[in-house]
């Protein structure tokens, strides 16, 4: 009688969940595929990483467009932190396949993982250093609208102008479209004037701040000269001092201008309103020969709305000069971009963002850890859940459902923290925060409860291989490889161009932070639906034509919807964003519905060559090659927004070349890329037929090796 232990008692507990498994030839048994409320249950457990990693994808954002961190320095942060994810990955599989406890091997640690990582996502907002870099949230609608409205008076006063000297000498039909347009340009600048108006306070206050932080940080720097006269320390204290006062200073001059450029622009559009109803007036009074009145008139009313507007006067013919030309800028070359980044990192006058940077790099590194303890376990356990070759591809799609069905709300987190119900992105992105946690704990908690893993475990005592053996022989399997391969390509494709569709509604197709993300969630929000809806779609392609051709389509529908991108962005017509997820959306979650299927395919085939279970050091391994290539592509993102040229200082004002750039990388570089994929796919060899063979060959070994321990 062999002796029990807690790893023969798990074997036994294991062994009475064994079933007829479906997909394996007639008369072979193998392990249960769990019931549907239980893939449920464990599907509901990704709530948890997906809003978390989306959380990190937006913060990121916010953190570019709200706090100007620039896009280089964020790119190298992700970086480091995706290659400690990636190091991290193979040791957290070996301990959790090597794992026994009474709770199993996995369920421990993803609880413990999963709930660490609720709770950082709060303290990041509790505990970021803001500083002087963080814009508000009134402050950016109204720097918005006080763009717009400069370039809206200006050219609407131009042209009310030059109406004025030819309309009197005009025939009747040109003067008849003359007066409509302006009709047009009076409409227009009295509700350019009613916005600034609404949004003139908040300019106000900000340049009021501003100089505020600049006398603070001047007293500072009198203090410091004062207290550290004869300290050797005195010169770097007073280069680090000098830095914060001229970073103050660039923060009010640049607030300072932009409220004087709205203020003539408030001046331009009265004196536009004014001229363009006097002649107007003027010759509704004879179509023929227009009586002109009295301009005067038409000058003393604007000199009184002016007035009230506590603004200078301005004649109604006074024009701006056109500025004199300047001499083009020499281009910088790409390195030069990037290294002109990490040397505003280090300048003096931007100490409160290297704060900020080294705060964020602990924070991700931490976010990295607690990911590693949860999701390296959690996807291993889905592997183990449905052995099945169809089970495997329903634990996905009920994966993907719940992924696509937190991707309908998570899209809106950008518009929320950027609207007016808070004073910054910041205090909105703590409600958010607070929301996921509360959640993603709870149904990491019913997980652990409800979930109970399931798999055929050899019970013959083996050697255990050296952990680094183990990834060497792992990252050896041809199988393994087509695999990362496909992930790879994907990864890059997606995870380099992803925040440019972004950047590109905030700062060309929309002009502005909050509407560019209203627009980005309501495209995502679409995309999510239409994710869901196609889930089950993929699941029966999976059945009727096998995966792999299945995912075939998918990559070739993806690429046609990148390519639509470069049509589909366009400022005078943001509405064809809606034809985009019906292609690209479409085809990545078919894409991320059947690579992680495939992947469980290749598992068995290891343990049929091998005779190892290694479910986690599988997921692991591949997680370890791609976050190694992942931990160049947030790199590569940085280097491809300092390519593109795009200046967050700038804000909306980007320059064209920026944004044909940003154009191109966001359509037709990320389709041609996909399409790489299908040489990759060429020739797939772990058919359905062939992954019936190996489970059935590798369930009589479990039967040969159960009945030798019998007896």
Known sequence: MTKKTPQTNEVHRERNALKDEPGLPEGCVGPQDAKRGEVAIYAFGNIEESASNQFFIYFQQILTIAMHVHPMLLGLILGVRTLIDAVTDPIMAYITDNARTRWGRRRPFILVGGVLRMLLLIAICVFIPRGGHLSSNSVMEAQKFANEAVVTAGKAQESAVKIREQIETAEPEIRLKMLGILSEREVACAEAIQKMEQNRDALVEDVARRKGEVEDKQAELDTIRTEFAESPELEEKLIAAQGRVDFAEGKFTTADQLLKKMNKAHRQAIATVELSRYMLDAFAADSTAPQWGDIAAAQARADILCATAGLEPLSLFEIDPPPPPQRSAKKKGSWAKITDGIAAFKAPENAAQQKLVVFILIVFVLFALFTTVNSVPYYALGIELCPSYDGRTRVVAYRGFIDQATRLLMPWIPALCFSLWFANAIDGLFWVAAAIGSVGICTTVLLFWKVRERTEISTVKKEKINIFVTMWQLAKNPHFLRIFALYALVMLTTGMFQLINFYLNVYWVMGSALSGAKIVGAISMIAS??????????????????????????????????????????????????????????????????????????????????????????????????????????????VALAIAGIDPSLEYRQLPDTIFRLRLMDSFIPAGMLLICLVVLWKYPLTRRKVEEVKSELHRRHQAERAGANE
């Not at 994710?531 to 089950?536: E, L, T």
């Not at 699941?539 to 096998?546: H, S």
């Not at 046609?560 to 005078?572: E, F, Q, R, V, Y």
């Not at 064809?576 to 519905?593: A, E």
Request: glycine share 8%; aromatic share 12%.
């Open 529 to 638: 639906v239409l994710g869901m809806a196609c889930i089950p779609l993929i699941n029966t392609a999976c059945r009727r034509f096998e995966k792999h051709r299945a995912l075939r389509f998918g990559i070739i529908w993806m690429a046609a919807g990148a390519a639509l991108k470069w049509w589909c962005m366009n400022p005078d017509h943001p509405e064809y964003q809606i034809v985009l997820p019906f292609f690209y959306s479409v085809g990545i979650i078919s894409v991320y519905t059947i690579l992680p299927t495939l992947m469980a395919d290749v598992t068995d085939m290891d343990e049929l060559e091998n005779g190892f279970r290694r479910e986690g050091m599988f997921g692991a391994v591949m997680s370890f090659m791609n976050k190694i290539v992942g931990t160049f592509v947030p790199i590569l993102a940085g």
